[in-house]
């Protein structure tokens, strides 16, 4: 039975000022709770915990294990091994003075150098404060840099001249890019023309072989330079080498097939790939049947084919939407995956097909990890060990503020509602002096001015 109005106790609600102090001292144990979570990160990142159930990184298993968007998991994953090397940052933020917003800020244009000045600006400023700051130093150091890339860009030159002896003396400044460009061809051409002159060497020779790498390294570079203009002449390295987004794997049933003997198949380069290799390779591509007699010379050449038709692609990325390994939301460059390979009789149907991502799909074949089809359609993948991997992880205990306060104070931090407000009075920040002064702390002067102070 309900009392009357007049005795029922009145409801007093909290003082604003008490609900104000609850919510910034426990943002400051959120702060310091952020910065042990981010210290575990990066040591579980750099022991590459995240490895085991064949995932891609520690930002994918933050994504399946934690329910952190990709994008915010990568993030976290940056901070935690930017503040490894950023003593002053860290120490605020494990107290809970700073919040992650400022330390992500920071982060990404901090330096042992400038580390104490942008600390300043934190304690002083707010999170808007911070990301203004570090968003227009970050322009100041894209223009300088354009700048110094248009320098480099004008300052490109090739001379040559025809030496007394008819030989041609080259002399060239490049820019990084092109220059980088250059010296892969170089060092390409290098490789190349050793692996010739060794095997060469090894079969038409009585005497025993010398190595192509004794001759000195300049010479070498030379005979490179004029292997790549030659390749270019005769358009083996131009836009006339035929299909160059085509990979030619040349290899036979047997060697595609689970149990079969063939241990190896050739590219066009002569290379060779493992039989798990090529039966992931032909997984999903243009298959050409090509019939060779006993010497190895075409008998008939089939015509190009290929392993899924497009109905049963557009209904397999439909169910799919993407890789279905566990953890991964990969949806770009996928592959259609035969669970039965079709060598061995495996059909191309939607019950015998599942979508990966390049790295899933070489796990699959390559690194030991399996998969098969439920009866519901479900693909369910095993790691190496055969133990199943589930598709979203395991629930565990998340832990509640008591627990968190309790820790802070066990750990001596001191948390109060006043730790983490800024000192800032409303005072309209100098931009430009800002800038400037993070500028002038990166410079040499700068450096050479503390090397001096130092004792």
């Known amino acids: 039975m309900a009392l009357p109005a ?13 609900i104000e102090d609850q919510i910034t001292e426990l943002a400051a ?24 159930p064949g995932l891609k990184s520690c930002a994918h298993w933050l994504n399946w294990k934690c329910g952190i968007g990709l994008g915010a998991a990568r993030e976290k ?19 809970g003075r700073i919040s992650f917003s400022k330390v992500r800020a920071m982060t990404r244009v901090a330096t042992p150098e ?27 150091k894209r223009i300088e840099a354009m700048e110094a890339e248009e320098q480099r860009h004008d300052l490109r030159q090739m001379d040559w001249h025809v030496d007394d002896d008819g030989s041609y ?97 050739r590219l066009d380069t002569g290379a060779h790939v493992s039989a798990e290799t090529s039966r992931r390779l032909a997984c999903d591509c243009a298959v050409v049947h090509w019939d060779d007699d006993k010497a190895g010379d075409p008998l008939n050449i089939g015509r190009r084919s290929r392993s899924i038709p497009p109905a049963i692609r ?4 439909k169910r799919d939407k993407g890789c279905k390994f566990p953890g991964c939301t990969a949806h770009r460059f996928i592959d259609a995956h035969h669970i039965q390979h079709w060598s061995d009789g495996g059909a191309t149907k939607m019950d015998n097909l599942v979508l990966l991502c390049r790295h899933h799909h070489r796990l699959v074949h ?78 040499p002067k700068a450096a050479q001015i503390e090397s001096r102070e130092m004792p």
């Open 169 to 265: 003396v080259f002399k060239a400044r490049l820019t990084p890019e092109q220059g980088k460009r250059v010296v892969k061809a170089i060092e390409s051409a290098m490789d190349e023309e050793f692996e010739e002159r060794k095997n060469v060497s090894a079969e038409t020779s009585d005497r025993p072989a010398t190595d192509p790498a004794s001759d000195p390294v300049a010479q070498r570079r030379a005979d490179a330079l004029a292997r790549v203009a030659e390749g270019f002449l005769v358009g083996t390295a131009g836009t006339n080498g035929g299909e160059r987004t085509t990979i030619h794997l040349h290899t036979d049933p047997d060697t595609l097939r689970h149990d079969g003997e063939g241990a190896e198949s």
């Open 366 to 443: 390559e690194g030991g990890y399996g998969v098969r089809m439920t009866d519901k359609g479900i693909p369910k993948f095993t790691d190496p060990t055969g133990r199943t991997i589930p598709q979203v992880a395991e629930t565990r205990f998340r832990g509640n503020v008591l627990a968190l306060r309790r820790r802070n104070d066990k750990a001596g931090l001191g948390i109060t509602p006043d730790t983490p407000i800024p000192l800032w009075e409303g005072e309209k920040m100098d931009d430009s002096m800002a800038v400037e002064a993070l500028l002038w702390l990166e410079s």
């Open 114 to 140: 400038t580390e104490d000045y942008l600390l300043t600006i934190a304690r002083h400023g707010t999170a808007s404060h911070v990301e203004k700051l570090v968003s227009q130093f970050r322009k100041v």
């Open 77 to 95: 994953v940056r901070v935690a091994h930017a503040l490894k090397d950023l003593s002053m940052i860290s120490a605020d933020f494990r107290q």
């Open 29 to 52: 144990h959120i702060h310091a709770a952020t910065f042990q979570l981010l210290e575990l990160i990066r040591e579980f990142d750099e022991r590459e915990g995240w490895g085991g």
């Open 6 to 18: 007049q005795n029922q106790p009145e409801f007093q609600p909290r003082k604003l000022a008490e």
């Open 314 to 317: 557009r209904a397999l990325q």
